[in-house]
């Protein structure tokens, strides 16, 4: 038996779910947020997929703090199996994180020129434990959209794009080094009851800052055989080290023109016009009079 790209299975339950044949959105209600950690709209993607994958589980994270949000397997094809073969085979296991993302009053993506991804780094591959605890290895991607609210209170999504993590970052060791277990550092301030938690926070591409990406539903991957999507975008990006990492950007068959010319974007994520070392200082609070040195 063929089994199919789970990623790609994804990518269409949810492009069909949010935007009609036009792809225009198409607006739904979400539940009313708990606290902060709660995120409706994850419960909703998760909904989704659980009621729509046919011959796949997606399970959803335990807590709010634990990474992915969501990771869809085939049970038949995961259980017994040497951890190598779980690693990179698409058909058998995948890891989505959720990134959810605003307008401005003006119509651009919040936070273009890059992310903040709190305490885990984006990667192609991450860490999901098996039900002994052993640690498993698999591929990771990112799903990320813009939400934005009617005035009936319902939400549109008026972007999606599901993303290989590896068009993010591909450093495994770099994942590893800071999802690991951290020394707080205690014993501060005057009393010594003060912790510094050393939670480190991260910052990365925003591919919706791409253009071509924006206001539309798009699945970038390595290559994939699959007649239900069409390649629109090839896209290079180049490593610190120079070398070219190649992927491919589709989307649903029958939302691509059939005279599309498919173009190549050579680095496509917006960046920051200037990268420094240090953090910014905390802003000022200014009184409103002048005293003596």
């Known amino acids: 038996m063929t089994y199919s790209n789970l990623i790609i299975d994804a990518f269409l339950i949810l492009r069909d779910a949010f935007f009609d044949a036009a792809m225009q959105p198409i607006p739904f209600a979400l539940r009313d947020k708990r606290n902060t950690q709660d995120d409706p709209l994850d419960e909703h993607i998760a909904h989704l997929l659980q009621e729509r994958l046919t011959n796949a589980i997606c399970q959803v994270s ?14 038949e094809l995961c259980q017994g199996q040497p951890r190598n073969l779980l690693m990179d085979d698409v058909t058998r296991i995948v890891g989505i994180e959720v990134k959810k993302l605003e307008r401005s009053l003006g119509g651009r993506i919040a936070r273009a020129s890059g992310m903040d991804y709190n305490t885990t780094p984006p990667c192609g591959n991450i860490l ?6 052993a640690e498993l290895k698999i591929r990771g991607f990112y799903l990320f959209v813009a939400q934005e609210t009617m005035p009936d209170r319902r939400v549109v999504l008026t972007a999606l794009a599901l993303c290989d993590g590896n068009i993010l970052n591909e450093d495994f060791d770099l994942y590893l080094s800071i999802v690991g277990q951290r020394q707080k550092t205690v014993g501060l301030g005057s009393y010594g009851d003060g912790v510094n938690r050393n939670r480190p926070m991260l910052i990365f591409a925003n591919p919706l800052g791409a253009q071509e990406l924006d206001r539309t539903a798009t699945v970038v991957v390595p290559e994939a055989q699959d007649d239900r999507v069409r390649l629109v975008y090839r896209i290079t990006r180049r490593t610190a080290v120079g070398a070219v990492r190649d992927f491919c950007a589709y989307r649903k068959s029958t939302d691509v023109p059939v005279d599309w010319e498919i173009r190549t974007l050579h680095e496509p994520f917006p960046q920051p016009s200037a990268r420094v070392s240090e953090t910014q200082a905390r802003g ?3 009184v409103p009079f002048v005293v003596e040195p």
Do not use: H
């Not at 992915?68 to 049970?75: A, E």
């Open 128 to 133: 999901v434990y098996a039900a002994d605890g």
């Open 284 to 286: 000022r609070f200014r």
């Open 62 to 75: 335990p807590g709010p703090l634990i990474n992915p949000d969501l990771v869809i397997y085939r049970p």
